[in-house]
């Protein structure tokens, strides 16, 4: 049998990342505990025959047959429900849907494990084909630690296998046991425990009613197995409940222990693999930005010595202004073009790199995890499932999304945010071609030359003018520095706009993925420290 450390179970769902979840467990066991009489639960696939064989037992003892409980062939139990048959508390649940994908039936699977959690005894229902679909779902219930005479099975609508009782009344016992055999190897179960062949509505008998009374079905029970299955619930004695109530606390919080590993191991890769993308982009961001800044640095660095150039070509009177300003643009555009075309060949590779990435399955992922921590859902009051393990791992997710949210807004306040992605959204795009770039700043230059050249003689001789010219000079290199400015922003904004939700993200993602594995490691450890079947099952 499984060994937790209970207290140290509690603890450790307290400290979870994100949140606690200690108080929702301890809440439904606290529930379970307080009840004084034996829980006997009912469970399997739907359409095994659960609620009809409910029903047979309330009526046999003489109970009515609450509104609830419903007979069809179809899905329609959708809830946990509880009834008292002798000295115990039963519960009907819902029927597991293996592998169905509608949420619904996934909810109904999720009802039923959580019940099987919270129960002295469970009562396996399973029709003539044995388990098919749901085996590896109902072996990995039985290995949880079911003391002797806890976990019982029953071989339900046994008059639908194939053999007619009432014409060959030794072949359908000898199908019955055969049966019996094969479910036995199946789930490897030793004599201890207790295995049920009923026909709990022979033919159809009571069909769907449930106003019926205990002589509907007197002329079957000669062979139909209900006295063997209603003997075993009197025989049921308030002196085993605590033994039962105590191992039951240890499947409970086993279970609870061993799905929220797996889960925070399932949740622990997904964040891992988000934190890489987060990572990715930073890395990018450093790279794009160093590859501008040299284009930027190369550029300004040829500037440096073009406009005086420019000037000292054009200083000879041989030409007029408009041959000036033409020279004067010819010699910007070359270099503008040069070094634009350096600069769209990185926006380009940025672009590329970024379509490549988000064609890959791990953006995804991490898109999604930008666009709920953008949205305006609260995490924190999600609403939990009705109680077990089952439904509480969910929310497992739900306190990390928190707990990213609170440290996101800590860092900065979400209007902020918004101001800072529109403004940038407003300033990408604003890019200029060279020709409406160059063209005033080639005009302006034309005119200081001119003006200046027309008094070259007393700049020749001056040295006080002599510097002027070059404070010229340097006035006209300073204008050209800030046409070229935009173009170099205009790229460092597209950069910062690409990786803007992984660099934020970057910090927070790669702290909480250390968490999510202190935790684990944790969690693991008290698994390890456990003994039994729970630590050969998985989830």
Not at 160 to 169: F, K, S
Request: aromatic share 6%.
């Amino acid at each position: 049998m499984t060994v937790v450390d209970i207290d140290a179970v509690r603890d450790w769902l307290g400290r979870l990342p994100g949140g606690s979840l200690a108080g929702r467990y301890v809440e439904d066991w606290d529930a379970f505990a307080k009840l004084d009489r034996p829980v006997v639960t009912l469970f399997g696939s739907y359409d095994t025959g659960k609620s009809s064989l409910l029903r047979r037992l309330l009526v046999d003892s003489g109970g009515d047959v609450p509104g609830w409980l419903t007979i069809s062939a179809r899905h329609e139990t959708f809830e946990v429900n509880d009834i008292e048959v002798g000295g115990c508390i039963v519960r009907d649940t819902p029927g597991f849907a293996v592998g169905a994908s509608d949420i619904r039936a996934q909810n109904n699977s999720r009802r039923a494990m959580a019940a099987v959690g919270l129960t002295d005894v469970g009562i396996a229902v399973l029709t003539p084909q044995l388990a098919t679909a749901e085996r590896d779902v109902l072996k990995k219930l039985f290995t949880r630690g079911w003391t002797a005479g806890t976990m019982w099975f029953v071989i339900s609508r046994f008059d639908e296998a194939g053999v007619d009782p009432e014409y060959d009344l030794a072949e359908y016992r000898e199908l019955g046991d055969r049966k019996v055999r094969e479910l036995r190897e199946l789930f490897e179960l030793d004599d201890r425990t207790p295995v049920f062949v009923v026909s709990q509505d022979p033919f159809q008998t009571a069909g769907p009613d449930t106003d019926l009374s205990r002589e509907t079905w007197d002329d079957f029970r000669g062979w139909d197995g209900m006295r063997d299955f209603a003997d075993a619930f009197e025989a049921v004695s308030l002196s085993a409940l605590p033994g039962w109530r105590h191992a039951a606390g240890q499947r409970y919080w086993a279970a609870v222990l061993d799905e929220t590993v797996t889960e925070l191991r399932r949740q622990l890769a997904d964040y891992t693999a988000r934190a890489e993308v987060a990572a990715s982009g930073v890395a990018r961001r450093d790279v794009w930005e160093s590859e501008l800044d040299t284009l930027d640095r190369a550029a300004q660095a040829s500037l440096d010595g073009l406009v005086e150039e420019v000037m000292r070509r054009s200083w000879e009177p041989s030409s007029g202004t408009d041959e000036l300003q033409a020279e004067i643009q010819r010699t910007l555009d070359e270099w503008f073009t040069k070094h634009e075309v350096r600069l769209q060949r990185l926006r380009q590779s940025i672009r590329k790199t970024k379509e490549r990435e988000r064609a890959r399955p791990s953006w995804a992922g991490f898109a999604s995890l930008v666009a709920t921590l953008g949205s305006g859902q609260d995490t924190s009051t999600t609403p939990a499932g009705p109680g077990g393990a089952a439904e509480h791992v969910e929310t497992v997710g739900t306190m990390v999304i928190g707990l990213l949210k609170a440290a996101a807004n800590a860092a900065e306040p979400t209007a902020g945010k918004k101001a800072r992605s529109a403004k940038a959204a407003g300033n990408l795009g604003r890019h200029i071609g060279t020709a409406e770039a160059v063209l005033p700043l080639a005009v302006y230059l034309a005119k200081i030359v001119d003006g200046q050249r027309a008094d070259r003689a007393r700049l020749n001789q001056d040295k006080a003018a002599a510097g002027q010219r070059q404070q010229v000079v340097t006035e006209c290199t300073q204008r050209a520095r800030d046409t070229w400015q935009p173009f170099v922003d205009d790229v460092r904004e597209e950069i910062v706009a690409e990786t803007r939700d992984q660099v934020d993200l970057d910090a927070n993602l790669r702290r909480l993925v250390e968490q999510m594995q202190e935790a684990l490691a944790e969690g693991e450890g008290l698994v390890r420290a456990g003994t039994g079947p729970l630590l050969e099952t998985e989830a």
